[in-house]
């Protein structure tokens, strides 16, 4: 996938205001409308700058798009970071749900699951005027799986972008600290009440949706509320058999590794995923690692298992 220069296609700066970027799209939609156009792949040239547009106009889409930087040069290969807009506030307002299946895959890879879950907000009269609640945001969040297995109380620092009296996006810093429970998953959102937009005429304010991710972690890996390890084994703790101590998120256990023990194989440690009911469970997977043969002695001891071990690794190959 590509990576697109929206602020390049729609020819401003990084920095323009909002009126700005709407004369832009004018000047360009009247230049490349594939019905007067006379242009060299207007139609093409006409969906980009559609597709700019519709996110270079939307602060919230604006300001998310700005989080991936501007060292990207268009048409360099790209993947969104997994953590990309974590910890970015948007309320939704402005997106449409069929705006990712317009637009391209670069689209789609940024827009097209979490901004599309955002609903509006609440909102009501009475006899005393308009009165309507705030809407509701939303932010996704990153956390340390250990918080899952113990719940915590963590600082969250969110940022959501308001145009200023000049005409530029720029975005505002809140910090809340917010209970996360114990076996919470990954996926699943927090609700704050009240956190969102205020209401109008004595309306309720909306509510803050907090949409849980656990930060990529070093030894383990998530599938719903089952967590996998990979174990490495000696040959001789595989082969023989032995006991192990192994690191768990809520600490250590020892465990049989039962004689002739294959690469690859799932030990079940039931109930040690991430609490719930009923608990998931942690699987170790079996990763058997060779010695090197770095001295003398190392060689001799590889060749005298050559000599001695009938064994052809390769025999269910027919080789």
């Not at 930087?69 to 307002?93: A, I, L, M, T, V």
């Not at 879950?117 to 009269?125: I, L, V, Y």
């Not at 996006?169 to 609700?191: D, E, Y």
Request: aromatic fraction near 10%.
């Amino acid at each position: 996938m590509q990576y697109k220069d929206y602020y390049k296609i729609m020819g401003v700066d990084r920095d323009a205001t909002q009126d700005e970027i709407k004369r832009a799209y004018r000047k360009l939609a009247r230049k490349y409308h594939p019905d007067v156009s006379k242009e060299e792949d207007c139609e093409a040239k006409f969906k980009d700058v559609n597709e700019a547009y519709s996110v270079l106009r939307d602060a919230e889409k604006r300001a998310a798009y700005d989080q991936l930087g501007s060292d990207w040069k268009s048409g360099q290969d790209f993947r969104p970071p997994p953590d990309w807009d974590s910890g970015f506030e948007h309320s939704g307002g402005g997106f449409r749900p069929g705006d990712a299946a317009d637009f391209s895959d670069f689209f789609e890879s940024l827009f097209g699951r979490d901004f599309r879950q955002a609903g509006p907000g609440r909102g009501g009269r009475t006899t005393g005027g308009f009165r309507a609640a705030g809407e509701d945001h939303h932010a996704r969040v990153t956390i340390d799986l250990e918080d899952a297995y113990t719940g915590a109380t963590r600082g969250i620092t969110l940022q959501a972008p308001e145009v200023d009296e000049s005409g530029h996006v720029t975005t505002r810093s809140r910090t809340l600290n917010v209970r996360i429970p114990k076996g919470v998953r990954q996926g699943q959102r927090i609700r704050l009440a009240g956190q969102g937009s205020p209401g109008f005429g004595g309306g309720p304010a909306g509510d803050l949706y907090l949409e849980i991710e656990f930060k990529p972690h070093s030894a383990y890996r998530v599938e719903g509320r089952d967590v996998y390890l990979d174990l490495p084994l000696a040959p001789w703790e595989a082969a023989l058999g032995a006991t192990v101590k192994v690191p768990t998120p809520d600490g250590q256990v020892d465990l049989k590794i039962p004689a002739g023990t294959q690469g690859g194989r799932k030990l079940r440690l039931k109930g040690r995923g991430i609490p719930g009911k009923p608990p998931g469970d942690l699987y170790v997977v079996a990763e058997i690692t060779v010695p090197p043969a770095d001295t003398a002695a190392a060689k001799a001891l590889y060749r005298q298992m050559e000599s001695e071990l009938s064994y052809n690794p390769r025999k269910k190959l027919g080789v």
